[in-house]
């Protein structure tokens, strides 16, 4: 569950800025993207920020993240530390 509003990474050249936010109940996962390079790989950003969240076992969360041309390893830090900084608790693996 994500507590209170958070954020990781910066605007500068690959990098991508991470923002999360509490959403309401059965709201789901809504990912704001804006990207240098949204229409040749907006979906796979995309699906690299939703297998972050749903690691963590999140169901409603707001997530805004601005690209400015990060690999996916960047994508998937930036997003666990702002989950981090939100108070979100990563699911133990079985």
């Not at 990781?8 to 309401?24: F, Q």
């Not at 809504?30 to 229409?39: A, F, G, N, Y």
């Amino acid at each position: 569950m994500v507590n209170k509003t958070a954020q990781a990474g910066t605007l500068e050249s690959n990098d991508i800025m991470i923002t999360v936010a509490p959403a309401r109940q059965c709201s789901g996962i809504v990912i704001d993207l804006e990207s240098i390079v949204l229409p040749q790989y907006g979906q796979t950003i995309r699906k690299v920020i939703l297998q972050a969240v749903q690691a963590y076992g999140i169901a409603n969360a707001y997530i805004k993240a601005i690209d400015r041309g990060a690999l996916d390893y960047t994508i998937r830090a930036r997003t666990e530390a702002a989950l981090q900084r939100s108070g979100a608790a990563k699911r133990a693996f079985r």
